[in-house]
Every structure is written in structure tokens, then in C-alpha cells.
């Protein structure tokens, strides 16, 4: 699937932004049925990843982000968020939109966060 992330920028500690990722060739059903999620990646380190939700709602996250970050979906539109709370510089890197179903991954392109201590 085609995947279109949105919404980083250069914030400061403890400062808030929202992460979007639009699925525009996507049937709604076939929406529904992808598990969504959210990887990073910062400068000299892998991708790792950060939340998923799940088909039927459950959601996970990473130990350092639990509390901070929320993953939504928005079945009606085929948008994915990314609520981020208390940002860190830590939390600095590249993001990346996430589908999963079946054997199938796909990652879209990035989108930069940095966050100035």
C-alpha cells in the first residue's frame, strides 16, 4: 500500500506535535483489515519501531514512549496519528508510517522530528 507521512518538524523538549499518514489507494474493508504503526529512525541507529494498533483496536508501544505517545486510526478517512507528548530529544529521528497484514509490509517515506533540548 501507499503510504504519505505528515507532520514533523524542529519542536522543544517537552513540546507536542502529530504525526499523520494518509492511505489514498486503500478500499475501506482492506483499511480495517492492516495492522498501522509507526517506526523511527535516528542518525547512526536502525529503524526501530514505536506503536502499532491492531485490526481490532488493540494498541502497543514502545517502553520508552508509553505514556507519551498515542496511535489512532481513522477508518472513515484511512488516516493513521501519531499523538506525541513531552517530546525528548531522544525521540529525534526520522518516522516512518507502517502497514502490516498477512506476510505483507510496507513503510512510506519519511518524515523528519527533532527535538532541540
Known amino acids: 500500500v501507499q503510504l504519505q507521512a505528515s507532520g514533523g518538524g524542529l519542536v522543544q523538549a517537552g513540546e507536542s506535535l502529530r504525526l499523520s499518514c494518509r492511505v489514498p489507494r486503500i478500499i475501506l474493508s482492506e483499511f480495517r483489515a492492516y495492522t498501522w504503526g509507526w517506526y523511527r529512525q535516528a542518525p547512526g541507529k536502525e529503524r526501530e519501531p514505536v506503536a502499532f494498533v491492531t485490526s481490532s483496536g488493540t494498541t502497543n508501544y514502545e517502553d520508552s514512549v508509553k505514556g507519551r505517545f498515542t496511535i489512532t486510526k481513522e477508518n472513515s478517512r484511512k488516516m493513521v496519528y501519531l499523538q506525541m507528548n513531552d517530546l525528548k530529544p531522544e525521540d529525534t529521528g526520522v518516522y516512518y508510517c507502517?502497514?502490516?497484514?498477512?506476510?505483507?509490509?510496507?513503510w512510506g517515506q519519511g518524515t523528519q522530528v527533532t527535538v532541540s533540548s
Open positions: 507502517y502497514a502490516k497484514r498477512l506476510s505483507t509490509h510496507d
